[in-house]
């Protein structure tokens, strides 16, 4: 496959797809399959996550010799310092930190020689996070699965983005197929940040009850909700709810999913996936310029 882009070259990447950091599912085992199929394998530490559980995720990804990342909670890393350590001890490629507003952690991780992203949903928060001196942007759409400030939709957000930056700028939210990847490079995005489409692949940590229910729903059957947040007695902020499956009874169901998720209907390895995302979509953008 050609499918690059600059940031996915300059990254050492072979295609610009990024598995997105989620907690519970994107552990060492999905990281390494992602980056050995050429992508960006990144291991995720979600609301419950500690120093200890990091660094049993990293062993998992071996020495893999290759591009990796690692995503953390803004608030979570705060009350567990030990995970920011952790991190940049791993050296990764890119350190995702989100959902915060304190940026003293940038400045800490250029000093570690560590290229930085976070994910933003408005434009001004996007500014906010260049400002900070933020290497990469992840332009988050009110599509997406899991944690997220549903403002605005992934396109008018990542044409916005764009046009206002002038640092690399990855899509998320409610992209899963290769007419979904096709459509954000072609908008000019660097790469695609990529969730629930990983979620069910084999190497991913997701339980098969739940990895069954996203095989099974429609790309309607989601909805927002803080309800799972409140009842665990986790920190997120008011306005970073969750989208998570809706059951039959219109209740919220625990199982993270965007609106991508009525395009997922296998549980391919990672390797198998990335192919087939990334040979659909080029063929798409050579038919198009053709």
């Known amino acids: 496959m050609s499918l690059t882009t600059p940031w996915s070259r300059a990254t050492g990447l072979q295609v610009p797809v990024v598995n997105a950091p989620m907690g519970g599912a994107a552990g060492g085992a999905l990281a390494a399959a992602v980056s050995r199929a050429g992508g960006l394998g990144m291991i ?25 990342g690692i995503g953390l909670v803004h608030w979570v890393m705060a009350a567990q310092p030990g995970l920011f350590e952790v991190a940049l001890a791993a050296r990764p490629d890119v350190l995702s930190v989100s959902f915060g507003d304190d940026w003293a952690w940038v400045s800490s991780a250029h000093a570690a020689d560590v290229r930085v992203a ?59 197929s290769a007419r979904g990847l096709a459509a954000v490079l072609a908008a000019g995005a660097s790469g695609a940040w990529l969730g629930t489409v990983f979620s069910t692949c084999a190497e991913a940590l997701t339980p098969p009850q739940a990895r069954a229910a996203l095989l099974a729903a429609g790309g309607d059957a989601t909805m927002i909700t803080d309800e799972f947040d409140r009842a665990h007695g986790y920190s997120w902020p008011s306005e970073v709810p969750e989208r998570v499956l809706r059951g039959a009874d219109g209740r919220p169901v625990p199982v993270n999913a965007g609106q991508g998720v009525g395009m997922v209907t296998a549980a391919p ?22």
Do not use: K, Y
């Open 118 to 176: 976070t994910q933003v949903g408005t434009v001004d928060a996007a500014l906010r996070a260049v400002d900070a001196g933020v290497d990469v942007l992840v332009a988050r759409g009110a599509e997406g699965g899991g944690h997220g400030e549903p403002r605005m939709g992934t396109l008018p957000l990542l044409t916005e983005v764009l046009d206002r930056v002038d640092v690399p700028v990855l899509a998320a939210g409610g992209i899963a």
């Open 269 to 290: 390895g990672a390797a198998t996936l990335i192919e087939q995302l990334c040979s659909g979509a080029e063929a798409l953008l050579r038919t198009w310029v053709g």
């Open 44 to 68: 995720g530490m979600g609301s419950s996550a500690t120093p200890e559980e990091l660094s049993a995720e990293l062993r998992t990804m071996g020495d893999l010799g290759l591009p990796f």
